[in-house]
């Protein structure tokens, strides 16, 4: 393996404050006054653990409210004017015949990370929320949205990306884009009005724009199609770092080389200035503190670790060079009540730090270790 950690790079969100003034100014409205209902769902906004989630642009709006899916069907549009339906591309399908009707009375949704309702979201066997299937164009059709791909439409797949003309939004730092919004479904009366640009030679198309209805619709979207990942935490960073190793190990895995020790942070934004273990001035992460605990309790001469998991339990468990057995315990996305395998004689954290046997009551996704007695 020529890779380890993960980078904790940080995106600010296209739709800032700034770009949502401007937009909103389209619809007569007044970011810091006006009521944006919001519906979260932790479910879908940690789908993929705790690594790339998506940033809560939502703070840009002082005055919001939490809503459920079931308060769509009747939400009042002159109390609430702007939806921020989900800060994912999930939404479930079962809801969007009263996301269509909260445009048609009038509403704005605002949306930022990826396409809007590209996936569709259900539950699953333990009542929690899953993302799953991909686009359906009739939903499209049925906003009057459209749009392109790189990887299935006759698009650049990066270019330039600048602010439109005659739009007050800031210059952003964003690498090129291969998804854009299109004019193609809107009906007489509608327009797709640019927020920013992408130029590739001869081909331009909207990154983050506004549609603006007048037809069967009479409200409107506010997007940015840009699939900005976020980076992980320097905290969640150090959680899996050690679980990184024991997966490869097990795995038979016989080199792990890093891929950069030091985090140049220079920019704040780029993934490849954020990974490393270590910071600029070479002070320790917690993925450094994580590291030197793992080479510590699983050093050279340790048999091979092996993996085992129990639904959302997960074990790595390997002897020392003297016999000594030792045991790492974690979990994915939530805690479980801990069931230590063995008499423990000793105990620390991810980190290093010891801990007390007897006082540990869960298991939750930093490692612990135990050592047998």
């Known amino acids: 393996m020529t890779e380890f950690s993960w980078p904790t790079h940080k995106f600010e969100p296209v739709l800032n404050p700034q770009v949502l003034d401007e937009a909103l100014k389209i619809f007569g409205l007044d970011r810091k006054t006006v009521q944006a209902a919001v519906i979260r769902n932790p479910d879908l906004e940690n789908f993929r653990g705790k690594a790339f989630a998506p940033e809560d642009y939502t703070v840009a709006f002082p005055n919001r409210k939490n809503i459920s899916y079931e308060d769509l069907k009747n939400l009042d549009v002159r109390q609430y004017p702007v939806l921020i339906p989900s800060l994912t591309q999930a939404f479930p399908r079962t809801y969007f015949k009263d996301i269509v009707d909260y445009v048609r009375r009038g509403g704005v949704i605002v949306h930022s990370f990826g396409f809007p309702f590209y996936c569709d979201a259900t539950r699953n066997a333990d009542g929690r929320?899953?993302?799953?299937?991909?686009?359906?164009?009739?939903?499209?059709?049925a906003l009057h949205i459209k749009w392109l791909a790189g990887w299935r439409d006759n698009v650049p797949r990066s270019g330039?990306?600048?602010?439109?003309?005659?739009?007050?939004?800031?210059?952003?730092?964003f690498r090129g884009s291969e998804r854009y919004l299109s004019a193609e479904n809107l009906k007489p009366g509608d327009e797709l009005i640019p927020l920013y640009i992408q130029t590739n030679k001869e081909f331009s198309a909207p990154v983050a724009g506004v549609y603006k209805f007048n037809s069967d619709l009479k409200g409107g979207m506010i997007a940015d199609v840009n699939f900005w990942e976020n980076g992980v935490s320097e905290e969640v960073q150090g959680e899996f770092l050690a679980r990184e190793y024991f997966c490869f190990l097990s795995s038979g895995i016989q080199k792990i080389f890093w891929y950069k020790f030091r985090a140049e942070e220079y920019d704040r934004s780029c993934n490849g200035h954020n990974f490393g273990i270590v910071h600029r001035d070479y002070s320790p992460r917690d993925a450094f503190k994580a590291y030197r605990n793992l080479i510590r309790l699983c050093p050279e001469g340790s048999t091979r670790p092996v993996l085992t998991n129990d639904g959302n339990l997960f074990s790595a468990e390997w002897r020392q060079p003297d016999g000594t057995k030792v045991c790492a315990l974690w979990t994915v996305n939530h805690p479980v009540p801990a069931k230590l395998p063995f008499e423990v004689r000793g105990a620390f954290d991810h980190l290093g730090n010891p801990l007390k046997p007897e006082t540990i009551r869960t298991i939750s996704e930093g490692p612990v270790y135990l050592i047998a007695e």
Not at 129 to 141: A, L, T
Not at 165 to 170: A, E, L, W
């Open 129 to 141: 929320w899953i993302q799953n299937s991909g686009p359906d164009e009739k939903m499209m059709k």
């Open 160 to 173: 330039k990306i600048a602010p439109a003309p005659g739009r007050s939004v800031p210059a952003i730092r």
